[in-house]
């Protein structure tokens, strides 16, 4: 027996080569995305806080997107400003806090069954709430990274079960420590995203090299590969 058959009689999968794949139909397509915390406000002046994970910049644009029936997407269908903070990988605990959590009160039908009504959220996750200083949402203080925006358009997806949503980001706060001494670059070697891969959390591995449109590469000799 070859190799390649004792390896796929034992996990009923072909091992990878040149062009050997197999279809599969997983349930989601989670392939490693950064978690965000979205702050929105509510009808009556409060705030929701909620952890996603399908978040992506065009420039100055994040795009975002929701679940349709989530008290994020209703909040922002009336009142578009809110605040993306991003977590470092080893607050993912109080990520994974926030997840079975709802704002909405009663809760949709979908979400019964898993999710519970929660009006304090960023208690319930043991985080606090800091001004920001052009929007109403607050910024989440523990968050290294922290980006006030306004959403400019919102739109249901393909499918009709989500919404797209276009926020412009009007200012950004850093912690200083990841910021390159003297610039207004944020520094890839001090910032590490808390990535969401197949519904596992992760951070960055070691830096492999950097574009040739990077701002901050790494000179000869030092921990990134320049």
């Keep these: 027996m070859s190799r390649n058959q004792a390896t796929l009689s034992r996990t009923g999968h072909r ?31 409060s705030f929701n806080l909620a952890p996603m994970s399908s978040a992506w910049a065009l420039g100055q644009v994040v795009v975002l997107g929701l ?33 079975p959590l709802s704002g909405r009160d009663p809760l949709p039908e ?30 989440v203080a523990e968050c290294p990274l922290q980006l006030e925006a306004r959403a400019v358009r919102v739109r249901r997806d393909a499918g009709g079960d989500f919404l797209i949503v276009e926020a412009q980001v009007l200012t950004v706060h850093a912690d200083p420590d990841l910021v390159v001494p003297g610039t207004e670059h944020i520094d890839p070697a001090a910032w590490s995203p808390l990535v969401y891969n197949f519904r596992h959390y992760f ?9 040739f449109r990077s701002d901050t590469p790494h000179p000869p000799g030092s921990s990134g590969i320049g």
Excluded: C, M
């Design 203 to 211: 951070g960055l591995g070691d830096e492999l090299g950097h574009s």
């Design 110 to 139: 979908e979400k019964k069954a898993a999710f519970r009504f929660e009006r304090d959220k960023f208690g319930a996750a043991g985080l606090h709430p800091a001004p920001s200083e052009t929007v109403r949402p607050p910024r």
């Design 67 to 99: 679940g349709a029936s989530g008290q994020t997407a209703h909040n922002l269908l009336s009142r578009p400003d809110l605040v993306i903070s991003l977590p470092a990988p080893h607050q993912w605990r109080a990520v994974e806090r926030l997840a």
């Design 15 to 45: 091992p990878s080569g040149h062009g050997d794949r197999i279809t599969v139909e997983p349930r989601i397509l989670y392939f490693g995305t950064p978690v965000v915390l979205l702050s929105t406000e509510n009808e009556d002046g």
